[in-house]
């Protein structure tokens, strides 16, 4: 892809990142209310706290799900990252790490033992 394109597309999705910015913050602050709300409700041993901390994790959980928007500019984060890999020449890949096959490492262990 030639540069031409590479900047297009990396303003097109640093002004998506940049617009929702406002949803992201909110979904990472609502993120960090469920996780205090299930977090205080296991170390809580009194009914009423349980139940306390059960309502802050539900308010969260609705503010989360009003901020589902950031998704969108996560996903352009990302698409920004992966432009940015590709401008610098290395290699861009969204898949997982593959694991050695077990049995070559033996092999390659075993040779290293023999020799």
Known sequence: MNKFWLITLG?????VVLSNLGHMIGLVVSLLIVYAGVHYYLKS???LAKVCWVAV????????????????GVAALVALWMIYRKWNGQSVSVTAVKESDPFMNFEQQWNKLTK
Not at 11 to 15: E, N, P
């Open 45 to 47: 041993t009194s009914t």
């Open 11 to 15: 303003i097109i999705a640093g002004i």
């Open 57 to 72: 994790g539900i308010i969260g959980g609705i503010a989360a799900i009003s901020n589902v928007p950031a998704l969108i």
